[in-house]
């Protein structure tokens, strides 16, 4: 698989990741996983390849927002696809995600197919 299609996701839930995790390997899809925005960042600095992000909005420490604003300020990934995902589903939400500069936005409880079509999308 290429590094290209390697996913990222950054949630703070062990839950929500375990089923992100079952998700995607079962598509093959070669992914990381870290729970926290530091962790995701420190991980999006080094050498690894990521071709797209899901990313946790609500985290404790430091946001999903405010996470995806240090990643699009950086030019090396500043074009990252990076799908917000969240429990927040009120009006003006995805607004906010999509403003703060995710590529797209889906609301907890996953719609799995829904899911799979924006990564597809996006890779």
């Known amino acids: ?9 950054i949630d703070d839930d062990s839950r929500n990741i375990f ?3 079952l998700t995607l390997k079962a598509r093959k899809y070669n992914y990381i996983s870290c729970q926290s925005a530091a962790e995701g960042l420190s991980i999006m600095q080094s050498d690894c390849e990521v071709g ?4 946790d909005m609500m985290m404790p420490e430091m946001d999903g927002y405010e996470t995806i604003r240090e990643i699009r ?3 090396k990934y500043a074009a990252v696809p990076i799908i917000a995902v969240t429990a927040n589903a009120m009006n003006g939400d995805k607004e ?3 403003v703060a500069g ?6 907890k409880p ?3 197919d829904k899911l799979l079509a924006i990564i597809e999308k996006w890779l």
């Not at 698989?1 to 996701?9: C, D, E, H, V």
């Open 96 to 98: 906010k995600c999509l």
């Open 1 to 9: 698989m290429s590094k290209a299609r390697r996913i990222l996701i």
């Open 19 to 21: 089923a992100l995790q």
């Open 102 to 107: 995710a590529n797209e936005y889906i609301a």
């Open 110 to 112: 996953i719609d799995v």
């Open 73 to 75: 300020s950086s030019e």
């Open 52 to 55: 797209l992000i899901l990313m």
